[in-house]
T-cell receptor, first 116, second 113 residues
């Protein structure tokens, strides 16, 4: 298995632009998680899905952030408009539903976002 | 109450020494405690995990010690090697909250040759 695949690996954009981050989870995994990593705040859970349905989006910082999971093999995290404080590494992770007790998270390699 | 507090923030150990990283939590509903290892430019990877019904789990050079009454758990790396240099995160999850992982702030470990 190729693991969790995220794209792009790096993104540099200007303030005010729309940014879309993409994630392909491991086939057969039913839970998908979006995390943000910064030096100041560490790893923060933004949102997670179970069977393509958003379960908890309480970590989404504000309305500028949105996430979708149109099918079991694809998810997006969109920031519109982007701001410099959104600069961070964004990770996607997936896990099998029967292990959704936090077991067996597999993380992607992340997208490093820089907003200038 | 959802926080997991991790210390130290950074750690320098000589090759062959023991690395010890500590975590504390408040939420007694947490029922799964994993440790993740992250190398630069990579995502965190599961290293070892423990449930609160056991006090210790060992896998190779890595051991988790768990103290339920104190609400603390720690990672011990025996015979530390330069290849162990990475950032380590403790985490905790509550099944009734969907199993989402709450991470500690991380410890940057450097093992000197």
């Amino acid at each position: 298995d190729a693991g969790v695949i995220q794209s792009p690996r790096h993104e540099v954009t200007e303030m005010g632009q729309e940014v879309t981050l993409r994630c392909k989870p491991i086939s057969g995994h039913n839970s998908l998680f979006w995390y943000r990593q910064t030096m100041m705040r560490g790893l923060e859970l933004l949102i997670y899905f179970n069977n393509n349905v958003p379960i908890d989006d309480s970590g989404m910082p504000e309305d500028r952030f949105s996430a979708k999971m149109p099918n079991a093999s694809f998810s997006t995290l969109k920031i519109q408009p982007s701001e410099p404080r959104d600069s961070a590494v964004y990770f996607c992770a997936s896990s099998p539903q029967e292990q959704a007790r936090g077991y067996g998270y597999t993380f992607g390699s992340g997208t490093r976002l820089t907003v200038v | 109450q959802q926080q997991v507090k991790q210390s130290p923030q950074s750690l320098i150990v000589q090759k062959g020494g023991i690395s010890i990283i500590n975590c504390a939590y408040e939420n007694t509903a947490f029922d799964y405690f994993p440790w993740y290892q992250q190398f630069p430019g990579k995502g965190p990877a599961l290293l070892i995990a423990i449930r609160p019904d056991v006090s210790e789990k060992k896998e190779g050079r890595f051991t988790i010690s768990f103290n339920k009454s104190a609400k603390q758990f720690s990672l011990h790396i025996m015979d530390s090697q330069p290849g162990d240099s990475a950032t380590y995160f403790c985490a905790a999850s509550d099944y009734n909250q969907g199993g989402k992982l709450i991470f500690g702030q991380g410890t940057e470990l450097s093992v000197k040759p």
